[in-house]
């Protein structure tokens, strides 16, 4: 950031070079920008939905492009997240009273056996920022949290996430409990995880695998769509 | 005709110290670099490029990679190009013996090999941006309680940055000498 960028006065801005500077500040991480810029647009009556979705989504979703293309990495992606995450704390009380549209219910939790919960918790705040409810489940799930927590909530998604190639298999055994419980058809199953592809997706029999948050949003908003459709 | 070792360049030191132990004097060692392994897809790709290079020359080639994060594809290319891999998930996996590392079943550890204790500034902390911005510390290492130190060799010198990092992640500190476990095994002609 240049000193002529370092003393913007966001307050200053009209709304779409606003915009324009939460995508830059999303980039950078830079939380407490964020943070006022959300602010700023609530003052110009912006609906917090439309704060969400036309500024920070769409700011990370830059972000999301620019890890798939290997010009980002993750100590960037961490620091736009924490960025979009000061901005979300705002806005999620406002969102609640105001009745933004839910587009479904998702549970997620790492699988047994692995802590890391990195990309979950980014596929966890993406969804959350898309319109899902999100149950989050936390780290080394058994199959037995899985399966109770889909019910007791009555999700449409079930999210799993394993980084090691030691524990994605377990993914398949959760899958596998589905089917012989008979409820495997009753939700959309995603996983993802850095050590997974598309051909393990297939195999194990989940409905898709999601490379990265960006994509868990379009790939879930689709089966949503398809739901409905259904219904 | 000598055999010809691929390895992940963070091995280059243990095949280097085998091969003079065992004085296998067939074996040629290249090795690719160590961080590959910040972007595990790459290396199925890096692997192929060495095996398809060394065609011809050798009688036999040898990848000294485990799955490495690749989640199977390394094992697929491998089985394609017709050359043979070390099993097991990692290198920590198979320097403590895959079947000892399985049945251990540590969730919540994080691992340091000789290799990266002594390049745990550049393989670990600055990759992950934690010199530039400790904040992430707690994002990364929250859910870890303990770092286990695999050593290789006796060395004091890399005992104490491996117990230097685990003070730098505020995590447990473990030393398990593990020698060259089953990588000696896999690289015996």
Redesign the interface.
């Known amino acids: 950031m240049s000193d002529e960028e370092d003393d913007l006065i966001l307050d200053e801005l009209n709304d779409e070079e606003l915009v324009l500077q939460m995508y830059d500040d999303l980039y950078d991480g830079m939380a407490d920008e964020i943070a006022e810029a959300v602010h700023i647009l609530l003052k110009r009556e912006w609906t917090p939905y439309d704060i969400l979705t036309k500024a920070l989504v769409e700011g990370m979703r830059i972000v999301g492009i620019d890890f798939r293309d290997g010009i980002l990495f993750v100590p960037e992606v961490l620091l736009a997240a924490g960025a979009m995450k000061k901005g979300m704390v705002i806005l999620k009380p406002l969102l609640i009273e105001t009745g933004a549209p839910q587009l479904g219910k998702m549970v997620i939790g790492t699988v047994k056996g692995d802590i890391h919960d990195i990309g979950k918790n980014l596929v966890a705040m993406m969804m959350e920022g898309a319109g899902f409810e999100i149950i989050d489940l936390g780290i080394n799930n058994p199959v037995e949290d899985y399966i109770e927590a889909l019910k007791r909530e009555n999700a449409d998604i079930l999210g799993m996430s394993a980084l090691l190639t030691t524990t994605m298999p377990y993914m398949k055994i959760v899958i596998d409990t589905m089917k012989e419980q008979g409820i495997r058809d009753d939700y959309i199953v995603l996983v993802g995880g850095a050590p997974l592809n598309e051909e393990f997706g297939k195999a194990i029999g989940s409905d898709a695998y999601c490379r990265d948050a960006a994509v868990a949003v379009e790939t879930a908003k689709a089966f949503m769509a398809r739901k409905h459709n259904q219904a | 005709m000598q055999t010809l070792i691929i390895a992940c360049g963070a091995l280059a030191r243990e095949v280097l110290a085998l091969i003079k132990l065992n004085s296998w004097q067939h074996i040629e060692l290249i090795c690719l670099p160590a961080d590959l392994h910040l972007?595990?897809e790459k290396i199925p790709d890096a692997v192929e490029a060495a095996v398809e290079g060394a065609r011809g020359k050798y009688e036999r080639i040898f990848v000294a990679y485990a799955?490495c994060?690749?989640?199977?594809?390394l094992a697929a290319r491998c089985e394609k190009l017709g050359v043979e891999m070390i099993s097991g998930?990692?290198c920590y996996s198979f320097f403590e013996g895959n079947a000892i590392f399985?049945a251990r079943?540590e969730?919540?550890s994080f691992y340091l090999t000789d290799f990266l204790a002594r390049q745990f500034e550049a393989f670990v902390w600055k990759?992950?941006?934690?010199d530039?911005?400790p904040e992430?510390l707690e994002?990364?290492f929250g859910?870890?309680e303990k770092l286990v130190y695999l050593a290789q060799t006796e060395d004091e010198g890399l005992t104490a940055a491996a117990k230097d990092a685990a003070a730098q992640l505020g995590i447990e500190f473990e030393r398990r000498f593990t020698g060259y476990g089953d990588l000696e095994t896999a690289l015996k002609p």
């Open positions: 972007r595990p799955d994060g690749t989640g199977g594809l998930p990692h399985e079943g969730v919540t990759p992950m941006g934690l530039k911005h992430l994002l990364y859910n870890y």
